[in-house]
């Protein structure tokens, strides 16, 4: 069975990259469909820093951390070895949780319209001709990207 979703873009990977990308194409226009081997959005993972560039494209995709009061703003990094400080040197960055920051790109991904297939095991890759396998449907696309 092929299914055509020719004037879609597969984004494969559905994890913060994946994501990110969903949503600048959500935002333009660009139709594109996001694949996820797992099943469900998971609760676990650490910290993730941003520098003042991945603040500014979380802004332009309509994610403000800041305004949700969901991270830290961190201005001092202190290196230490054996307990002792050996430098420290300022930082404009913030950090969050990384499930704060992947729920919050779900919600945009999805508010903007995209789709996404969690329990999605890809097969088979085909660049070639941009498509991929799952089960036994063959998908085609406009390009594939891997996230």
Known sequence: MINDLSEHIA???GGIAGLSLGCFLQKYGIKNVIYEKIDKIREHGSGISLSPNGIRILNEIGINLEEKNLFYNNKLSLFKYLYKDLVSIN???ITCSRKVLYQSLCEKYIQLGGKYNFNSDIKKLDN?????YIDDKRINFKHIVIA
């Open 128 to 132: 070639t001709n941009s498509c991929i």
């Open 11 to 13: 984004i494969v990977g």
């Open 91 to 93: 930082i404009d960055t």
